[in-house]
């Protein structure tokens, strides 16, 4: 709930991050942009998008660096999925996280708007979160692969996530964020991580455990047992 609307809090924009090299993916990232690596013939970038579109997001900017016009050349206006698409160009070695959402931030409007790694897999619904007024960002957490034994941040009872303690979820690379916590940055490269520890400090990072299916498609490995697992799933329900 947003008591500054009072009304549920339904975000209808979103950007996917997609501007990254991909190194851990070589060779395959050479030639392919890494959102548009293929699992059972779908790039895993049209995946969030179609989620997102039945959430009823209807406004999307995927930020691109690498590759980027094959992007371009791919996703169109997303049209064909019910979403308009704006792109932000970002120079050669892009801007981190941090520095690529600030200057996505004119596409995105000043309400609450998602932001989705385009290198997961995921069956996660993009409900409307349940994130105080006061929050400015919240996270989507899951338990911790095998590549992250220890996690990222603590969620605690009353919903808020901290930088310490026992018990750290992994962060899903999904979440609601607001404008304001970039209020104080400038233009250029920078990380996430140090604005939401500095608003978790602050007590205004909430966030919710996702138990159902996730995946970061971190390595040509977990690719194609993604797409076997998918091909093999869907070939059991023809």
């Not at 981190?96 to 995921?122: C, K, M, Q, R, S």
Request: overall charge negative.
């Amino acid at each position: 709930m947003d008591s500054r609307s009072n009304r549920p809090l339904s975000p209808t924009h979103a950007m996917i991050l997609a501007a990254g090299r991909g190194e851990r993916m070589r060779p395959l990232t050479d030639i392919t942009p890494k959102p548009l690596l293929r699992v059972a013939g779908k790039p895993l970038i049209e995946y969030n998008i179609e989620a997102l579109a039945r959430a009823g997001v209807h406004r999307l900017v995927v930020n691109h660096a690498h590759l980027g016009e094959q992007l371009v050349d791919f996703l169109g206006d997303g049209a064909r999925w019910g979403v308009s698409i704006a792109y932000s160009a970002e120079p050669v070695g892009a801007l981190e996280t941090g520095g690529g959402i600030y200057h996505a931030l004119p596409l995105l409007g000043d309400a609450p708007f998602w932001v989705v790694n385009g290198d997961v897999w995921t069956d996660y619904p993009f409900s409307p979160p349940q994130m105080p007024a006061d929050s400015l960002a919240h996270l989507v957490m899951v338990d911790n692969p095998q590549h992250n034994p220890q996690g990222d941040f603590m969620l605690a009872d009353t919903g808020l996530l901290s930088d310490a303690g026992d018990a750290c979820l992994t962060y899903s690379g999904i979440g609601v964020y607001r404008s304001e916590l970039f209020a104080t940055c400038a233009p250029g490269a920078f990380p996430l991580a140090p604005l939401l520890r500095q608003a978790m400090a602050a007590g205004r990072v909430s966030g919710e455990h996702y138990a159902g299916r996730w995946l970061d498609i971190g390595t040509p490995e977990r690719l194609q047992d993604l797409d076997a697992e998918i091909r093999g799933r869907d070939a059991a329900g023809a």
